[in-house]
T-cell receptor, first 114, second 112 residues
């Protein structure tokens, strides 16, 4: 357990509304990530952060923005939700040990955009 | 770019059968390789990993060996249980980078 929580765990929203998902970690990890999981695609990286106020895009960043004002929180915002953003969203942190860098995942947020 | 290819599922086995889930990768440099497992309704859990060629990762009876010559990291278990039913993801992260690249996942169904 890497001390990662996500909120909300489930959300239903309407097309065109803004949505913010929160990822919270308690162990002061520098790197945090947002992924989406869709059938047939595995997990795809949306955005990641390598420190407070330091973020970068992943492979499917269009329509999403992120912010990290504190080490422990990484927010994912859908500015104007679309049905194509219906998905399960996972947050992750990266932990370095003798074996290198390993990512650990939160429990996920299931988002339905109607 | 880097990529991971997994065998299509679902893989359907009877309890106590031998399991192999194939995973091959394409990457420059010397990636670290991972298997993650996702049980129904849950997030991804790290199952095992290997960080260099010929390393063997193992956990809960599962094993995978990092084969650089065949660019493979096949997951094996000698005797599966019903509780092993889940989706298994192969993934890599390349040296110096922080981004995991995932395969599409393989669903395993084990019947009593």
């Amino acid at each position: 357990d890497a001390g990662i929580t996500q909120s909300p765990r489930h959300k239903v929203t309407e097309t065109g509304t803004p949505v913010t998902l929160r990822c919270h970690q308690t162990e002061n990890h520098r790197y945090m990530y947002w992924y989406r999981q869709d059938p047939g695609h595995g997990l795809r990286l949306i955005h990641y952060s390598y420190g407070v106020k330091d973020t970068d895009k992943g492979e499917v960043s269009d329509g999403y923005s992120v912010s990290r004002s504190k080490t422990e929180d990484f927010l994912l915002t859908l500015e104007s939700a679309t049905s194509s953003q219906t998905s399960v969203y996972f947050c992750a942190i990266s932990e370095e040990d003798r074996g290198g860098k390993t990512q650990y995942f939160g429990p996920g947020t299931r988002l339905l955009v109607l | 770019g880097d990529s991971v290819t997994q065998m299509e599922g679902p893989v359907t086995l009877s309890e106590e059968a031998f399991l192999t889930i194939n995973c091959t990768y394409t990457a420059t440099g010397y990636p670290s390789l991972f298997w993650y497992v996702q049980y129904p309704g849950e997030g991804l859990q790290l199952l095992l990993k290997a960080t260099k060629a010929d390393d063997k990762g193992s956990n809960k009876g599962f094993e995978a060996t990092y084969r650089k010559e065949t660019t493979s990291f096949h997951l094996e278990k000698g005797s599966v249980q019903v509780s092993d039913s889940a989706v298994y993801f192969c993934a890599l992260v390349n040296t110096g980078f922080q981004k995991l690249v995932f395969g599409t996942g393989t669903r395993l169904l084990v019947s009593p």
